[in-house]
């Protein structure tokens, strides 16, 4: 049976293979939803090293220093404010962008979320429901 697609001069003429998985999700996605959702918080951030002693309550060394929230947005209706630290999210550590990227899936659309973020140098936890990215 088929395993994957290949693909050809997506990167520099390299080639590229893609999990039927991945493809079927893909189309599945469109199908249903005429175009791929993807989860949404409302934030804009910049990544930071959390100093020595600071780190997050899994022990976190990184995370993403919000610096703008949508009004309105999933973020700002959990109550998240420019300056926190957003280290994690039910459960699974957000160190960068891809971290975050990760966790915002089309599956994870109107799914409840636990924000864990550092305010002040202080672990705080804010419940979300995650939004479509418009």
Do not use: F
């Not at 791929?36 to 951030?45: E, F, H």
């Amino acid at each position: 049976g088929v395993v994957g697609i290949t693909t050809a001069g997506l990167q520099r003429a390299a080639g590229l293979a893609l999990p039927l998985d991945a493809v079927v999700h893909v189309v599945e996605e469109i199908a249903v939803h005429g175009h791929m959702r993807r989860g949404y918080l409302g934030i804009s951030s910049m990544p930071v090293e959390l100093a020595s002693g600071q780190g997050g309550p899994g022990g976190e060394r990184a995370g993403l220093l919000v610096t703008s929230v949508v009004p309105d947005g999933p973020a700002a209706g959990a109550g998240v404010l420019v300056g926190d630290i957003l280290v994690g999210m039910s459960g699974v550590a957000i160190a960068d962008a891809a971290d975050l990227q990760s966790q915002l899936g089309p599956e994870r659309v109107g799914e409840a979320a636990v924000l864990q973020v550092l305010r002040g140098g202080a672990p705080l936890d804010l419940p979300a429901t995650l939004g479509e990215r418009p």
